[in-house]
């Protein structure tokens, strides 16, 4: 593609930028999930994302590719963090973790096959470029996707095709328990946007984000680069790379199961970037290419299963979901300047070992562990807070049930989803 389109290092370096820009600048579509129906809208989005990557392959010049890159951002912008969100939509808070982490989880398992699929494509000889069929053969199963997700995804759980009536109705109590209403998509509440706007708890699981996706936007981007510096071939490689992404996949998701279960979510993002961090330090601090190695799945296993429990975290202290949705935006706004960052800090002139990159992404992983510890005591504290101002979730069941049976204390627990008397905050 570079000798294609006569590219240097710098219009190369810019065509990854650019689509983090865009994906920043449209942060606010996210909101777009509750003001359309989600059927519709992720049909036209997925379908819109299909085509222009399908349209790279066309380009003949820097500004076609910029222009294609740039509206790859936004339409993934609109895709990938709607996706925890409208799943918000659909389960109760401690149940979303788990089910976030399933979406989640296929950005390293994609990773896991990406390479194999790259290099079997463009190893062929095909009667157009190889980088230009890579393009193709990525962007139309999105196109095909788009119909499938029109005709099957559904707005709302009471509205699936796959659930019988005795279900669907659970799932509309359900619904009302999490947000005292029935009905989840056609506007958003002013209020709500700019209460969250003034609450430091989502800044800070941004700043988190952003620290992660110093490491979430290189690490896939390099790895197999630094694997060939350790000495391996291209092909190996890009073989190499795949383990540590299959060993983050499974953690991702087994990770977001036990913060779900255990209702820790903090504990787990702690836990994760610790070991994300020493990963990178290993690949600093040896040149011992079995322990670089050993230190790269580390990192991986570090990185992802962070990022899958930051995003429920945010939507789980939120109490309405307006709140969930300025929330996500926030955290993508300010997160998704990392990747500016990211894929800046892997020059080729610091090869073989790559300390300064390696370096900056060990001190943003324990960074995260820092905001981590700083934003559960922050929790816990307000939890202690309205413990005496209401007291107990305990004591409040029991005086429910004292006054008007175990119809008072059903109606009392429906406040458990929203801010009430009963909601605490997950730690």
Request: charged share 15%.
């Amino acid at each position: 593609m570079q000798k294609d389109l006569n590219l240097t290092s710098g219009d190369y370096q810019w065509l990854l930028t650019i689509f983090y820009i865009s994906y920043i600048v449209f942060a606010f579509c996210i909101f777009f999930w509750k003001i359309f129906p989600p059927h519709a809208w992720a049909a036209f989005v997925v379908f819109a994302w299909g085509t222009i990557a399908t349209c790279q392959a066309a380009t003949t010049s820097w500004g076609g590719m910029m222009a294609c890159r740039f509206l790859m951002g936004v339409f993934e912008e609109c895709f990938g963090p709607g996706i925890p969100y409208l799943l918000s939509f659909f389960y109760l808070r401690h149940e979303l973790g788990f089910r976030s982490g399933i979406f989640l989880a296929s950005a390293p398992l994609a990773t896991c096959f990406a390479g194999a699929l790259a290099y079997g494509i463009t190893s062929g000889h095909a009667a157009i470029a190889s980088w230009r069929l890579l393009f193709i053969v990525e962007g139309l199963p999105c196109v095909v996707m788009a119909v499938i997700t029109f005709f099957y995804l559904p707005d709302s759980p009471h509205k699936a095709r796959f659930l019988n009536e005795d279900e669907k109705r659970v799932a509309l109590a359900r619904g009302v328990r999490q947000t005292g209403h029935a009905e989840r998509i056609g506007g958003i509440n002013l209020k709500d946007t700019f209460a969250t706007l003034l609450d430091i708890r989502p800044w800070l699981t941004a700043l988190m984000y952003f620290s992660c996706n110093v490491s979430f936007s290189s690490l896939p981007v390099f790895l197999p680069t630094i694997l060939e510096e350790m000495g391996f071939s291209g092909v190996t490689a890009q073989g190499l790379s795949a383990p540590p992404y299959f060993l983050s996949w499974i953690l991702t998701i087994a990770s977001t199961y036990v913060a779900d279960r255990t209702q820790q979510r903090g504990l787990t993002i702690m836990v994760f970037s610790i070991i994300g961090g020493i990963g990178y330090i290993m690949l600093v601090a040896t040149k011992s290419v079995g322990t670089r190695y050993a230190g790269t799945y580390l990192a991986a296993s570090g990185v992802f299963p962070v990022i899958a429990n930051i995003l429920p975290w945010v939507m789980n202290n939120q109490g309405s979901d307006t709140r969930r949705g300025a929330g996500m935006v926030m955290l993508n706004l300010v997160g998704q300047c990392g990747p500016l960052l990211g894929t800046n800090i892997y020059p080729a002139s610091d090869g073989p070992y790559y300390v300064k990159g390696h370096s900056i992404c060990a001190a943003f992983l324990f960074f995260v562990t820092c905001l981590a510890l700083g934003l559960r005591t922050l929790l816990a504290w307000d939890n202690k807070k309205l413990d005496r101002e209401h007291g107990t979730i305990e004591e409040q069941h029991a005086r429910a049930a004292a006054a008007d049976g175990d119809n008072g204390k059903a109606q009392a627990e429906n406040g458990l989803e929203n801010y009430g008397p009963m909601y605490r905050y997950v730690l």
